[in-house]
């Protein structure tokens, strides 16, 4: 039982726990080390790759110092062996290095794409899993744009580190470790200082500019869910002339959003000179010193090739660094992004200890129920009655009287605030969300379907139901017939959300949806309201026989088609106004019998 200092823990509209950098690291490394071997191998050969691409320049210094005396000298150049060695060792060098990234590559694609996978699956499930509260606080073009954003950013951030970042910090260390062994001291002090020096101010102007990032990625999703809303509210656009409206609030998001990315591109500008500013004085630095020590004749003109080789091989992946440091930190916000939705709490949970909901004639109980969706607004107020396995019962009353509400916590959707609702004794709060939601079929009065076929849409209730099956509970809907005379038949596509079918036909498909599922207890939420007379009681006879030995629940506005239940339950303001069968009601002369007297003159 949750009370309402519970229920209004849970905000979705609060913004995220923004997480660090490694936070949002740390959570995504046990989605990479499921195969160790695998990134250990990979790692062996990014060091061999690097180890490969720092022999070059030592290799291209040999040639060099052997071959100086001998354009020096004529008479030596004229008797003088080309040297095979060296210059197959460096060729040998060339093809390790790219055999060696090409193979880590190679190892760590299943490692790349199973984390994705992982991940998305995950999210997911767990989008999946959290109450229709977050569903309907949340739109939905925003989520599904960052989990693709997310998605994205974990292959690039996995490339950039593990393919550029790390590589190029071997490579700077082997670099600076040659240099200090075999130099003049200031050699590996000047490349040092001034890789610190890049490192920090690349550092501290691109966490400056992740401000900007997060604020496109915000009026990003914001854009993107402007036009899904429109689009997917296509006909009520259209329906009240408001094209131009609708364009010219995704021009504002879009014009919020080129502001944002302006003053992304024009932080990006100062951090390339700065960081141009920099490389140029470092190299500049250290071919000075090798400049003065060859003229001193301390250093050789294969020195001087070999330094200028390594500040060459340092240049271009550092120049390429501050780039990726950027998108490492983009990919990390986008991440952040994901991994947010993850951390979305979920309201409804199944207890440790929860066990299946096995029905033995499926009797529903709601013994002093009360709900609200926002504290200051009950919905439901100490509701009690029962529902005796077998039997029908209606609830009837106005708009906002609470009816549908019981639809979604005898799903459990929400959990009530007060109060307990029992299934053959059973606290639905104790036993699985699964076990009880298949023990439950619905046609609600909005029925939204897939963007598929028929067949696809009643096949839904009962994964792996034959077609056999599928054509029998569509004869049992009586929509059958109308199906067969469709070009495409069963595998006739309905369109986004089933628009292409008209309400009465999308009604029937869930009518024959819910009769596939072959549920202990049946909820009918104005399930006839969008069908003509003719149909209606072709439909009523139907689910009135379907609905025989089970439990059912009518939630209807048509007075007409719950007169046969067993009990009808008058609702006003939350709470039970009347109970009776349609006579007794009648005979009350109630609000029942005010709301009979007016459908009827209504329909005289």
Known sequence: MRRNSDFEAVDHNMPYQARTDFQTLQALLPFLFRFPVRVVLAITCLVLAKVSNVGVPLVLKELSDQLTPLLQNSALLVAAVVPIGLLLTYGALRILSTLFTELREFIFARVTHSAVKELCLNVFSHLQALSLRFHLNRRTGSVTRDVERGSRAISSLISYTLYSTLPTLIEVLLVIGYLYINYDLWFSVIVAVSIVLYVVFTFKVTTWRVKFRRTMNDLDSQANSTAVDALINYETVKYFGCEEYEAKRYGDSMAAYQEAAIKSQQSLTLLNMGQSALMA?????????????????????GDLVLINAFMIQLYIPLNFLGVIYREIKQCLVDIERLFSLLDEPCEIKDQPNAK?????????????????????????????????????????????AGKSTLCRLLYRFYEVTGGQILIDGEDITEVTQASLRSQIGIVPQDTVLFNHTIGYNIGYARPGATQEEIQSAAKAASIHDFICLLPQGYE????????????????????????????????????????????????????????????????????????????????????????????????????????WNHQQHHIE
């Open 356 to 400: 299946p909901l096995v029905t033995q004639g499926a009797t529903i109980e709601f013994h002093a129920v009360n709900f609200s969706y926002e504290a200051q607004r009950p919905i439901l107020k100490n509701l009690s009655f029962s529902i005796p396995a077998g039997q029908t019962v209606a609830v009837v009353g106005h708009s906002g």
């Open 281 to 301: 004085l470092a190299v500049t630095a250290v071919l000075w010193r090798a400049t003065v020590g060859v003229l001193n004749e301390q250093l050789s003109l």
């Open 492 to 595: 006739t596509k309905v369109g986004e959300r089933g628009l292409k079918l008209s309400g009465g036909e999308k009604q029937r498909v869930a009518i024959a949806r819910a009769i596939l599922k072959n549920p202990s207890i049946f909820v009918f939420d104005e399930a006839t309201s969008s069908l003509d007379s003719a149909t209606e009681k072709l439909i009523q006879l139907q689910l009135k026989e379907l609905s025989r030995s089970r439990t059912t629940l009518i939630i209807a506005h048509r007075l007409s088609t719950i007169i046969h239940a067993n009990k009808i339950l008058v609702f006003k303001q939350g709470e039970l106004f009347e109970s009776g069968t349609h006579i007794e009601l009648l005979n009350q002369n109630g609000q029942y019998a005010t709301m």
